[in-house]
């Protein structure tokens, strides 16, 4: 049974650095890719990026100056990284696998919500 | 990037009635179509992967289907606890991107 359970902090100031861990339990960990994925209050799903047990990532482009994705291979844990955060980064954000092998995220974190506020 | 149009937005059903909704892929994306149902304050779960494959522990009153770029996700007979929020998610090219989601409420 795989399970992703999150972690971080939740209430950020304007310019500060979000930074959120999720740790794998179950499963594999080098057989997949590891994702973050955030939803601001009421409204729709943004894929954030991603990351391999072997440190190869693919990033939203939207994101890309201001995200670092990491991972702990010894832990089994992945985590996020967003500089210079503004209100506009206000979300939930889950942590997924993403299976290849079906194209689809499979497994997800419970979500944490960060509030950017001043 | 692929910008999925999903409709219709919103919609309102009876218990057992079908529902149909529907993503267009802005470009040819094969099968790379999954579906999630997302609950409030829940995480998205996933329903069918690979556009028309059920996943593991999903009823089977879900259905999807490829037509071109076309992608449906089918409720046949609606029940109470399906009442969420549906979307639809291309896995073909980075970035990967979501649909903006079906709310389907009572009638």
């Known amino acids: 049974q795989v399970q992703l359970q999150q972690w971080g902090a939740g209430l950020l100031k304007p310019s500060e650095t979000l930074s959120l861990t999720c740790g794998v339990y179950?499963?594999?960990?080098?057989?997949?890719?590891w994702t973050w994925v955030r939803q601001p209050p009421g409204k729709g799903l943004e894929w954030i990026g991603e990351?391999?047990?072997?440190?190869?990532?693919n990033y939203n482009p939207s994101l890309n100056s201001r995200v670092s994705i990491s991972v702990d291979t010894s832990k089994n844990q992945f985590s996020l990284r967003l500089s210079s955060v503004a209100a506009a980064d206000t979300a939930m954000y889950f942590c997924?696998?993403?299976?290849?092998?079906?194209?689809?995220?499979?497994?997800w974190g419970q979500g944490t919500l960060v509030i950017v506020s001043s | 990037d692929i910008q999925m149009t999903q409709s219709p937005s919103s919609l309102s059903a009876s218990v057992g009635d079908r529902v149909t909704i529907t993503c267009r892929a802005s470009?040819?994306?094969?099968?790379?179509v999954s579906w999630f149902q997302q609950k409030a304050g829940q995480a998205p779960k996933l329903l069918i992967y690979?556009?028309?494959s059920l996943q593991s522990g999903a009823l089977s009153r879900f259905s999807g289907r490829k037509s071109g770029t076309d992608f449906t996700l089918t409720i046949s007979g609606l029940q109470p606890e399906d009442f969420a929020t549906y979307y639809c998610?291309?896995?073909?090219?980075?970035?990967?991107?979501f649909g903006p989601g079906t709310k389907v409420d009572v009638k």
């Open positions: 179950g499963g594999s960990f080098s057989a997949y890719y």
């Open positions: 990351i391999t047990h072997r440190r190869r990532t």
């Open positions: 998610q291309q896995t073909y090219s980075h970035p990967f991107t």
């Open positions: 997924a696998r993403t299976n290849y092998g079906s194209g689809s995220l499979d497994h």
């Open positions: 470009q040819s994306i094969n099968s790379y």
């Open positions: 690979s556009a028309s």
